[in-house]
């Protein structure tokens, strides 16, 4: 079982849609992160945070440490926030960089 | 403010040779993080430097791989002896404390 669990692996949406993809996780963190890969391969980072809820333009993260869970929303879709949404973990008995990524959910918005 | 930057954006060698790549961190930045994507796999944690230390080397490779942060200079990530298996794209990150900001990567295709 891996570590770091992504759902759905697919996810296909209308523009305008609200969008969850969720992200749990097996160890004890010390911070999760959101990460955006554009079809290019380029990575952004969306968000870090270690509890309660952080947002972002239509982006939001939220994350219950009690349960090992963490999803990121995104409001009104746009064909432009198609990409793959990586969630990962700073375990918090590794180092800060030592992040563990889940395999990403792949979202393609539809015009 | 410059990115992270990273050159080559492609680089290919043939087996057995020698691939450097370059991560140069965005300005003040003193952590610097590598990872590897693997065709249709996840990122994977590889090495966390700061400025001529080696912090968290867990993820690399115990033969043939090597990174080093100078005091003076980019990051560098040395592969010898090159191997199929070593076609990837590599990413660097960098960060001032926590939150890290992605390179564009470097695809290595191994002939």
């Known amino acids: 079982k891996n570590e770091v669990e992504q759902s759905p692996q697919n996810l296909t949406a209308q523009e305008g849609e609200f969008i969850t993809i969720n992200c749990s996780y097996s160890v004890g963190i010390s911070a999760l992160h959101w990460l955006q890969q554009h079809p290019g391969g380029g990575i952004v980072s969306l968000f870090m945070l270690s509890s309660g809820k952080k947002k972002h333009g239509r982006l939001i993260a939220t994350i219950n440490i009690q349960e090992k869970h963490s999803s990121l929303h995104i409001t009104a879709s746009h064909p432009r926030d198609s990409a793959v949404y990586i969630c990962?973990?700073?375990?918090?008995?590794?180092?800060?960089?030592?992040?563990?990524f889940g395999k990403g959910t792949k979202l393609s918005v539809k015009p | 403010n410059a990115g992270v930057m990273q050159n080559p954006r492609h680089l290919v060698r043939r087996r057995g040779q020698e691939a450097r790549l370059r991560c140069s961190p965005m300005k003040g930045h003193s952590h610097v993080y590598w990872y590897r994507q693997l065709p249709e796999e996840g990122l994977k944690f590889m090495v966390y430097?700061?400025?001529?230390?080696?912090?968290?080397e867990s993820g690399m490779p115990k033969e043939r791989f090597s990174a080093e942060f100078p005091k003076e200079g980019p990051s560098i990530l040395r592969i010898q002896q090159v191997v199929r298996g070593d076609s990837a794209a590599y990413f660097c990150?960098?960060?001032?404390?926590?939150?890290?900001?992605f390179g564009p990567g470097t695809r290595l295709t191994v002939l």
């Open positions: 430097l700061q400025k001529e230390n080696i912090i968290d």
């Open positions: 990150a960098s960060s001032l404390y926590n939150e890290q900001f």
């Open positions: 990962a973990v700073e375990d918090n008995g590794g180092s800060q960089g030592n992040l563990i």
